[in-house]
């Protein structure tokens, strides 16, 4: 059984950075491109960031860009700086094996998830 673990979420000052993780346990984490994805409340889910399986590609969305970065040895990480309160929702971790040369910034080719870090950042 895949089971996805987040952690490094935490209440941060506009400006600042955050450093989530994500690991991966019940099958060979080089199997899977990973996504981080967010929810604020209210709203639906989105995509922020994908890799691959070996690291060589990344996407991220727009809102993120030049902000976040993704990144993956024997976990997943999500470095975030820059944060304002808009970044503010609960951060997921995912994993696909269908997509792990490309990546993919769709919500539905995930079968995997982890239970959400919440991010909170105060003006």
């Known amino acids: 059984q895949v089971q996805l673990v987040e952690s490094g979420g935490g209440l941060v000052q506009a400006g600042g950075s955050l450093r989530l993780s994500c690991s991966v346990s019940g099958r060979t984490f080089s199997d899977f491109a990973m996504g981080w994805f967010r929810q604020a409340p209210g709203k639906e889910r989105e995509f922020v960031a994908t890799?691959?399986?070996?690291?060589s590609k990344t996407e991220y969305a727009d809102s993120v860009k030049g902000r976040f970065t993704i990144s993956r040895d024997n976990k997943v990480y999500l470095q975030m700086n820059s944060l304002t309160p808009e970044d503010t929702a609960v951060y997921y971790c995912?994993?696909?094996?269908?997509?792990?040369?490309?990546?993919?910034?769709?919500?539905?080719?995930?079968?995997?998830w982890g239970q959400g870090t919440q991010v909170t950042v105060s003006s």
């Open positions: 995912a994993a696909s094996f269908r997509y792990r040369q490309s990546g993919t910034i769709h919500s539905s080719e995930y079968p995997y």
């Open positions: 890799i691959n399986w070996s690291g």
